[in-house]
Every structure is written in structure tokens, then in C-alpha cells.
């Protein structure tokens, strides 16, 4: 079964302290991604990934940053949180015709 | 640029009654059409794939259809369990992926 992995599930850090929140998928997927979900917007792509080394932006990359070194890996990182991007994570990787496999959310609140 | 707009944006039934949720789309180079569930605080939970217009699938109490426009997720006599937000996403080429804006349905026992 897909499993896809994040930590940690609730965050909560002050403006511009640099973060990661992890991502990790058992089924050796190519493609992964990040979304933020928020109360009247849904939720939006930020980065994805066609496969290791490989990323590229989504709807709302601005004040994110993702890396692909291995396939199993893709961790989202705030370089300098602010305070908009308070908001509800997902990773997920897609899972053939069974859609995409999402994790459990991480809730980020930055203070 | 891709756009899904799902309606209504809530809904409550008591527990028994039929209603069917709507997914309007429009998107350049269709791969496919998602229905998902999402309870709250959790991620989404995959329902359903949808290819093409004329497809049906079905689960339980829920049925998707698609047309070239829209889709359908049909719910018959819900129980409270499917109490969720649903969420429609339609898939264009380079795996993008373009989210409704969901519907929240509360069945009332």
C-alpha cells in the first residue's frame, strides 16, 4: 500500500526561522508534490517533482524551496518564514490510475 | 489557465436523502479527473479516476460520472459517515493538478 510520510504534523515557529518539513513515499514513485491547503482558497500546488533532480513550480512557489536528491525524499523548505504562510501542508505522489496518495498534513502556524 | 469550480459549496441532507455534488472544469489536455474525500484535519483519500466523457464508476454509496464539462458524484442514501468535504481535481499534461474549491456535506441522522 502507498504510504506517503510527513513530519512533523504540527509546527509552530517564529518569522524567519528557517524550516523543513519532510516528505518520504515507500513505493519508489517518480512524481512527487507539495500543496498548501487554506480556508476559501483550496488547495494549491507549490512545487512538484517529474522525478530525482528534477523540480519545478507550481502555483504558488514564492517563499518556498524543494530539493530531489533521491527518489524516495522531498523535503519542503522555508528559508525565511512569514507570518501568509501559516497554512495546512500535504505531500503527495502519484500513484498511477489510482490518482495521487496524500500524506497527513502538516499544520504550520508562524508567529 | 485550468479551472475547477465545484457546487454547491455545502450541503446538508439528513441521513437517507440522495443528492449528487457537481465538478464543472475547464482544462487544456484532460488526463484525468479525481474525486477525493477529505475529513477534517486529514489528507485527501482518493474515491475515484475519471478518463473520459461517458465513464461511471462506482463505490459503496457514491457514483462519479464525467462529461465533457462536468462531473457528477452521486450520493445514495447517505449515512452520517459520509459526512466529509469532497473535492474534485482535474489532471492536465505534466501531471498538473488543479483543485475545486471541495463541498462540505453534513448528513443528519
Known amino acids: 500500500e502507498a504510504q506517503v510520510t510527513q513530519n512533523p504534523r504540527y509546527l509552530i515557529t517564529v518569522t524567519g526561522k528557517k524550516l523543513t518539513v519532510t516528505c518520504s513515499q515507500n513505493?519508489?514513485?517518480?512524481?512527487m508534490s507539495w500543496y498548501r491547503q487554506d480556508p476559501g482558497l483550496g488547495l494549491r500546488q507549490i512545487y512538484y517533482?517529474?522525478?530525482?533532480?528534477?523540480?519545478d513550480k507550481g502555483d504558488v512557489p514564492e517563499g518556498y524551496k524543494v530539493s530531489r536528491k533521491e527518489k524516495r525524499n522531498f523535503p519542503l523548505i522555508l528559508e525565511s518564514p512569514s507570518p501568509n504562510q501559516t497554512s495546512l501542508y500535504f505531500c503527495?505522489?502519484?500513484?498511477?490510475?489510482?490518482?495521487?496518495?496524500f500524506g497527513s498534513g502538516t499544520r504550520l502556524t508562524v508567529v | 489557465e485550468d479551472q475547477v469550480t465545484q457546487s454547491p459549496e455545502a450541503l446538508r441532507l439528513q441521513e437517507g436523502e440522495s443528492s449528487s455534488l457537481n465538478c464543472s472544469y475547464t482544462?487544456?489536455?484532460?488526463?484525468?479527473l479525481f474525486w477525493y474525500r477529505q475529513d477534517p484535519g486529514k489528507g485527501p483519500e482518493f474515491l475515484f479516476t475519471?478518463?473520459?466523457a461517458g465513464e461511471e464508476k462506482e463505490k459503496e454509496r457514491l457514483k462519479a460520472t464525467l462529461t465533457k464539462k462536468e462531473s457528477f458524484l452521486h450520493i445514495t442514501a447517505p449515512k452520517p459517515e459520509d459526512s466529509a468535504t469532497y473535492l474534485c481535481?482535474?489532471?492536465?499534461?505534466?501531471?498538473?493538478?488543479?483543485f475545486g474549491g471541495g463541498t462540505r456535506v453534513l448528513v443528519k441522522p
Open positions: 503527495a505522489t502519484r500513484t498511477g490510475r489510482y490518482g495521487y496518495t
Open positions: 513505493m519508489n514513485h517518480e512524481y
Open positions: 517533482s517529474m522525478n530525482v533532480e528534477v523540480t
Open positions: 482544462v487544456s489536455g484532460l488526463r484525468g
Open positions: 475519471l478518463y473520459s
Open positions: 481535481a482535474v489532471e492536465a499534461a505534466g501531471n498538473k493538478l488543479t
